[in-house]
């Protein structure tokens, strides 16, 4: 399932030394401001991204178990623990198996144990519920945000899962005796009228890179039938952001660049190029010290209003580059703010989430502090698993595509 392991870094020997001429196209990034909790965040700030503007250049001391940088070489031993292909993130299979595997406990575990997302989630749910409220979760799960919403003092709450775990939600708001304001129902959440409009609906329905998974697909109608006029969303506005990287190890180790080196004295470097056009993306962790330039955000999503072809875009974003260094990568994630105090930034800089990071390789290429780095975007659904995501890319004129899953 998981995998830890310490590991050598490959210095970016053999990236060309050729200094990249970057064309600069008249459009600049995307209008968009970053996500910050409107008032200061009671207790835990140390997971809202107002105590924690991602910093480029100079790495922020974290202690994690994820990332953690080692005593022997700082610089170049790093444990990090890597989702093994398939273990969390294939869709392929279908609606059905989809909701099969949100029908295992262990996923849910995984989600639960999450405290940067649970405890987000629980502190927002605190700071907005009132009790006149009745709130509607989308994707209820074990009924965690349900019930929190609850004992946030809601007047009542109405909970919808498609997948089995339904019936774990019932059977635990009855162990949390508040059978009286939470009811569960099965079944899709597209498909399902109320005969009450609800002040607050409350969704965790964010994928890697939030988009993947799809959900949205049905929270939009579901909100657009349920929600009241003036009713509020939980998360109320998520951005997704882009970084460019230079990680040696990402790029060496675990990515295209492995083939540089021969194999028992064969040549295997004409496989970088083939793996490369794969478009692999990775879900791991990707350590801030690896970013070149400030994450941007590709898409600002407004939850009250946004629509399921929205996300479908193409774009520009232009990176001020903060230091020397081979770009060979990107690393995408999500910010989401939950509340006017509560913001869940699942970036480098913050603290780890299951979401980890989202990293696709990308053909090495020198930079310079002070470049700017004009990237290319296009971001659709997959036209045969509309619970994936493709994700193409563009440097200069070179352009990869990554299937997100
Ligand atoms: C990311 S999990 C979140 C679970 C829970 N809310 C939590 O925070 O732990 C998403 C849940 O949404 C459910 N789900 C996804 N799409 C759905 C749909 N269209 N209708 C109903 N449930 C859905 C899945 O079965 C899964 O349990």
Known sequence: MLE???????????????????????????PVAPLVPHAAPSSSAAETSA??????????????????????SPKFIVRRIVFAPGEINTYGGGVEWYFQRYGDLELHRRMISDRARTDAFARALAEVVRPADVVLDVGTGT?????????????????VDRADIAEVARRLVRDNRLQKKVQVHQGMAADLTFPVKFDLIVSEWLGHFALVEGMLDD????????????????????????????DPVLYHRDGPGYWREPVHGLDFSGLEDVEMKQGRAAQLRVDVSSLLAPGRPLMHLDMTTVQPA?????GRLVFDVVRDGV???????????????????TGPSHPDTHWAQTYVPFPPRVVRAGDRLSVGFVIDRDARERRQVQLALTVERKTMRYVLE
């Not at 994630?333 to 006017?340: D, E, G, I, K, N």
């Open 310 to 314: 929205d996300p479908w875009r193409k």
């Open 143 to 159: 009924g965690v945000l349900a019930m929190l919403a609850a004992k946030a003092g809601a007047k009542q709450v109405h909970a």
């Open 4 to 30: 830890v392991y310490a590991v050598p870094a490959v210095p970016a020997a053999g990236a060309p030394a050729t200094v990249v001429l970057l064309v600069l196209v008249p459009w600049g990034p995307l």
């Open 219 to 246: 929270l939009c109608p579901a909100r657009d039938r349920s929600l009241a006029e003036g009713g509020r969303m939980m998360p109320s506005e998520v951005q997704l952001m882009l970084a460019p990287v230079d």
């Open 327 to 345: 770009l060979s990568g990107f690393c995408g994630w999500f910010v989401a703010r939950l509340s006017p105090g509560v913001v869940l930034d």
């Open 51 to 72: 105590a924690r503007a991602p910093s480029v250049g100079s790495v922020r001391a974290r202690v994690s178990p994820w990332t953690e940088v080692g005593a022997r």
